[in-house]
C-alpha cells in the first residue's frame, strides 16, 4: 500500500515541478520582454525565482517518494 502511495505521490511532485517550469519560462520571457513595463519585468523576474525554488522542491520531493516506491 505504501508503494503505491509514494508513486502516486512521486507522479503529483513531477507534475507540479513541471508546472513550476513551464511558470518559471513564461515569468522569465515576461522579465526579458522590452515592450513590458519596469514593474511588470520586476514582478516577473521575483516570480521566477519563486518558481525554481518551488521547481527544485518538487524535484527533491519527487526522487524521495520515487526512492521510497522502490523499497
Known sequence: MD?????????????QG???TAS????KNVA??????LSTRAQA???AISDKFDEQAH???A?????????
Open 18 to 20: 513541471a508546472s513550476a
Open 59 to 61: 524535484d527533491r520531493k
Open 3 to 15: 508503494t503505491i502511495k509514494n508513486a502516486a505521490n512521486y507522479v503529483s511532485e513531477t507534475i
Open 45 to 47: 523576474a521575483g516570480d
Open 24 to 27: 518559471k519560462e513564461a515569468n
Open 32 to 37: 526579458k520582454d522590452s515592450d513590458a513595463n
Open 63 to 71: 526522487d524521495v517518494h520515487k526512492e521510497a516506491a522502490k523499497h
